[in-house]
């Protein structure tokens, strides 16, 4: 296929879209523009297909590694995250132990206060109690 500037600037865009996401399309585009002028002074320019496999070896070599240490660096905080919030529940369960204490002991109190003050014993008297003599059964 020979290479005219029609035929440069139709191809990228088709095969650009379909194959490439936004930033990857918009680095194409300016490697195209930078590729045509290189065409009008260079007869050697690259190729779109030679600038995409550059881009893309390119890409591969950025997000491998940045991929593997922001992945590596989200799992740090995460686990740090993680410790934290254990160490945030072990301090939020031992304040509410310490507080069901003092309240149950303050109900204790209050209850043993109003059993005191309510609680009364009935008040002696002296009670004489006369005995009756029962009746000789009659035969029937």
Known sequence: MERTHANFEVIPQLKLHRLANDKTTDDLRHLSLQGEEEERSNADAPTVN????????????????????????????MEKMAAQTQKMIEKTDEKNEKLLEKVLDKLFDKLSRMEERFHSSPAWTHVTAIRRRRCPMRPT
């Open 50 to 77: 030679e600038v995409a496999n550059r881009i893309r070896q390119y890409e591969d070599s950025l997000s491998c590694p940045l991929t593997v240490a922001a992945v590596e660096n989200m799992t740090n905080k």
